[in-house]
C-alpha cells in the first residue's frame, strides 16, 4: 500500500538545508522517495497525506531508557510493585513513548526481563510502542549497592563469569549487552567516579556480544571507568559526567559514542520535587552536575559523537517526555537545534547499529516519521508539545490517537 505525505517542509535528519514543498512516497513500510514534491511521482492509487505547511522529520530515536522503571520518587519503591503490574505498566509508558514522536528506544537494563514481555507484545501488535532494542539484565561487579534494584543486576566476577553472564541476557533475546564500568548515583553503595569491572571482565562481555553482532553500551562516569570500557570495545558510554581529557580523547580515536543524559539532573534538583528524592542520590548528583556539563562541551569539541539519551523511567524523568533532552542541549547551547535533533535521529542511530535502517529520511529505510505543526529549527521547545504532533508514523503506519 502506498502513502505519500506532501506539502511539508522536509527537515531529513542528515542536517542538510530543509526543503519546503517537499514529499515523502513510502510503499509499504519502507521510504520508495523524498524530495521536493514536484519530483515525486506517486501511484494513482496512492493514500495521499496533506501535511502542507507542516513540519517532516524522522521518528526521533532515545537510546538510553529504563522501560520498567516508572519516575517515581524513590526508585526503591519499585521493589515493591510486582512484576505482572509493571508489565503492564510498561506497556502502557510505551505507548506514550511513540505518540511522543519516538519510534525506536534503547533500553539499557530491565528487571526480571520485563523489557523482552513488552517488546515482544510491541512487534506481535498487541501493544502499541516503539521499536525495541533491549539488554536485559545489567552486568556488574560484586559490590554494595546493587541490592536496591532487585532483578535488575546480573552480579559477576572474573572474566569467565562475565563471559557467562553475557550468554544468559543474549540467551534470553537481548539485542545488545549492558556493563558497569563505575559505580552508580542511584543506589546507596555507589561511587559514581570509582571503576567497577576491569579491562579484561568488560571485553569479555564485548566479545560474546560481537560473535552475534550485537554492540555493548557501558555505564561509566568516572575518568578510568571510561578509559577501561574504551579499552575494551564497547560502542557507547553511558553518561560520562567525570571524563578527564583522556577518556574524552580515547572515545574520539575509537569512535566510541557518548550518551550524556543532561536530563537526569535537571528533573532530580529542581526545589519544587527533590524534597522527596532520597538525599544520597541528591548529594552525587549535586556534586557532578556541572562537571558533567563541562565534560559534555569538551567532548563535543573533541569530535566526540553524542547520542540523545534521557535514563527515562529514573526520578521524575517520565516517559513520553524524553524530548526534554533534546531541548536542554539547546536550552544550555551545547547544540543548535538542527545539531540537537540529528542527536536524536542520525546520530543515535548510529550509535545503536541502526542506521541502515532509521534515523534519516532517505529511500530504502523504515518509514518512520514525525510531523510538527511548528519549526523546531526555530524553537525545539515545540517537540515537548503534545498539541504541536499532529502525526506519528512507525513504518509505514499511521499512530491512532
Not at 67 to 76: E, P, R
Not at 358 to 383: H, M, Q, S, W, Y
Amino acid at each position: 500500500m502506498y502513502k505519500v505525505l506532501t506539502g511539508a517542509t522536509l527537515i531529513d535528519g542528515t542536517g542538510a538545508a530543509p526543503i519546503d514543498q517537499a514529499a515523502l512516497l513510502i510503499n509499504g513500510d519502507i521510504i520508495e522517495a523524498v524530495g521536493a514534491k514536484n519530483g515525486i511521482r506517486a501511484p494513482a492509487e496512492a493514500e495521499v497525506i496533506d501535511v502542507q505547511g507542516k513540519y517532516l522529520l524522522p521518528g526521533l530515536i532515545d537510546t538510553h531508557i529504563h522501560m520498567d522503571l516508572h519516575g517515581m520518587a524513590d526508585t526503591f519503591q519499585e521493589n515493591l510493585v510486582e512484576d505482572k503490574f509493571r508489565t503492564l505498566r510498561t506497556a502502557k509508558e510505551m505507548e506514550d513513548t511513540l505518540r511522543a514522536g519516538f519510534t525506536t528506544i534503547r533500553n539499557v537494563g530491565s528487571v526480571n526481563y520485563i523489557d523482552f514481555a513488552v517488546k515482544a507484545g510491541i512487534e506481535q501488535g498487541l501493544i502499541k510502542g516503539p521499536r525495541v532494542l533491549t539488554s536485559g539484565r545489567a552486568i556488574s561487579m560484586t559490590c554494595s549497592g546493587t541490592e536496591y534494584f532487585a532483578g535488575f543486576y546480573r552480579l559477576a566476577d572474573g572474566p569467565q563469569e562475565c563471559r557467562k553472564a553475557a550468554r544468559e541476557q543474549l540467551k534470553e533475546g537481548a539485542d545488545l549487552l549492558k556493563v558497569m564500568a563505575t559505580g552508580a548515583i542511584m543506589n546507596p553503595g555507589g561511587v559514581p567516579g570509582a571503576p567497577q569491572l576491569d579491562v579484561d571482565e568488560i571485553k569479555a562481555v564485548v566479545d560474546e556480544g560481537a560473535k552475534l553482532g550485537k554492540h555493548t553500551a557501558a555505564h561509566a562516569h568516572g575518568a578510568q571507568g571510561i578509559i577501561n570500557a574504551v579499552l575494551a570495545g564497547v560502542r557507547t558510554i553511558e553518561h560520562g559526567t567525570m571524563a578527564d581529557d583522556t577518556a574524552i580523547g580515547m572515545m574520539a580515536e575509537k569512535g566510541v559514542f557518548l550518551v550524556p543524559t543532561l536530563v537526569v539532573h535537571e528533573c532530580w534538583i529542581k526545589p519544587s520535587k527533590n524534597r522527596d528524592i532520597p538525599e544520597f542520590m541528591l548529594e552525587k548528583s549535586r556534586a557532578i552536575e556541572q562537571q558533567g556539563r563541562e565534560v559534555l562541551h569538551k567532548a563535543i569539541a573533541a569530535g566526540v559523537r553524542i547520542a540523545m539519551g534521557t535514563d527515562a523511567g529514573t526520578n521524575f524523568n517520565y516517559h513520553g517526555k524524553n524530548s526534554g533532552e533534546i531541548i536542554a542541549y539547546v536550552k544550555h547551547g551545547f547544540m543548535t537545534p538542527m545539531e540537537a535533533l540529528q542527536s536524536a535521529t542520525q546520530t543515535a542511530a548510529a550509535a545503536i547499529e541502526m542506521d541502515r535502517h532509521l534515523g534519516t529520511l532517505e529511500k530504502g529505510k523504515f518509514a518512520d516519521c514525525l510531523v510538527l505543526e511548528r519549526n523546531p529549527l526555530e524553537d525545539i521547545t515545540v517537540l515537548a508539545d503534545p498539541q504541536n504532533i499532529s502525526l506519528v508514523m512507525k513504518g509505514g503506519l499511521r499512530v491512532e490517537y
